[in-house]
């Protein structure tokens, strides 16, 4: 009986020391050791080295999809009816209604088309809002701070 208790009492040590522990190092390389390092890991540095890089531009909201597919029927609509137009009249800013030329009606019909085409391409929706990202990111850019010196006494 005391022989199994002997017995007994060795196999949960023989069973700690077979456990294998599975680690990476800074520069990537899988170790596997009979130890448990977890001190040596778990530091600012390994934490901070294994942060993953902000993309807010790797999904597009599906609001902003829903919102394009609109301009996009709108700008659709809107070259389909330029085209078929035989005149077409703008307006001033003061209210006054003019006939536009043969030459402004070319040009409204390409920028309609132009529109079309920006709005309805394939993957316009993931484009425009990398644009829309960019242009927020570059006007949040704050000016580099100005630095004051003081030579002398």
Known sequence: MLLMLAIGGAVPGAVRAAAVYKWVDRDGSVHYDDQHRLEQRLT???LNGRQVPARPDATTPP???AAVAADCRLA?????VVRAASVIYGSDPVG??????PRQQLLELKMAERDATRYCAPGAAERLYRELRAERERRQQKP???VVEQRGP
């Open 76 to 80: 659709r609509e809107r070259a389909e």
């Open 96 to 101: 006054n209604v003019y006939q536009l030329s």
């Open 144 to 146: 580099a701070p100005i």
């Open 63 to 65: 609001a902003f999809v």
């Open 44 to 46: 600012w540095d390994y």
